[in-house]
T-cell receptor
Framework: DGGITQSPKYLFRKEGQNVTLSCEQN?????MYWYRQDPGQGLRLIYY???????QKGDIAEGYSVSREKKESFPLTVTSAQKNPTAFYLC????????????FGEGSRLTVL | QQQVKQSPQSLIVQKGGISIINCAYE??????FPWYQQFPGKGPALLIA?????SEKKEGRFTISFNKSAKQFSLHIMDSQPGDSATYFC????????????FGKGTKLSVKP
């Protein structure tokens, strides 16, 4: 079955540690996205990538980093510079063709202890 | 101008009733308006979408009404069922369905049996 796989589903981290969230898709989609979801805040765009080896900052990129070395993979690193990293992180992908529906993974919940 | 304002934040409806969720936007360049449905612990999934050249789009029990002059659009769920209980997000983008989506803050819908 085609889809987006995020791992781990739950992650605990101590303050000051970097953590990397994995996102893999087998939909052959060109574009991939990372969103952060907080209660009552909707979905906020962290980073996106329209093509391999290229990515753009979203609205809340500070304290995060990404890479796009392969079409299928778009890992997100939450660095120690992120002031409030506890959140639900969602990865999504979209084909370059219409209608442009975003397909989401099931998310990774990060808790900083 | 980039915001999408969604209301209400939460909604309780009896089974068989009509659920109505409203969204408003400022940016007249937005030209694609999807609604996403999210169940607890899962990623959002596209429910229905509309472009500003039509005033209404219906898919089964779900209808989007679009008022271009008022810069508002709404989701109507007819004959609401307990299985519809979820969080609903409206969104908007410019550049058609390929533009980056701006999400509303979400509405948590509970349908009581």
């Amino acid at each position: 079955d085609g889809g987006i796989t995020q791992s781990p589903k739950y992650l605990f981290r101590k303050e000051g540690q970097n953590v990397t969230l994995s996102c893999e898709q087998n939909l052959n989609h060109d574009a991939m996205y990372w969103y952060r979801q907080d209660p009552g805040q909707g979905l906020r765009l962290i980073y996106y990538s329209q093509i391999v080896n290229d990515f753009q900052k979203g609205d809340i990129a500070e304290g995060y980093s990404v890479s796009r070395e392969k079409k299928e993979s778009f890992p997100l690193t939450v660095t120690s510079a992120q002031k409030n990293p506890t959140a639900f992180y969602l990865c999504a992908s979209r084909t370059g063709a219409l209608p442009g529906e975003l397909f989401f993974g099931e998310g990774s919940r990060l808790t900083v202890l | 101008q980039q915001q999408v304002k969604q209301s209400p934040q939460s909604l309780i409806v009896q089974k068989g009733g009509i659920s109505i969720i409203n969204c408003a936007y400022e940016n007249t360049a937005f030209d694609y308006f999807p609604w996403y449905q999210q169940f607890p612990g899962k990623g959002p999934a596209l429910l229905i979408a509309i472009r500003p050249d039509v005033s209404e789009k219906k898919e089964g029990r779900f209808t989007i009404s679009f008022n271009k002059s008022a810069k508002q659009f709404s989701l109507h769920i007819m004959d609401s069922q307990p299985g519809d209980s979820a969080t609903y997000f409206c969104a908007a983008s410019k550049g058609g369905s390929q533009g980056n989506l701006i999400f509303g803050k979400g509405t948590k819908l509970s349908v009581k049996p």
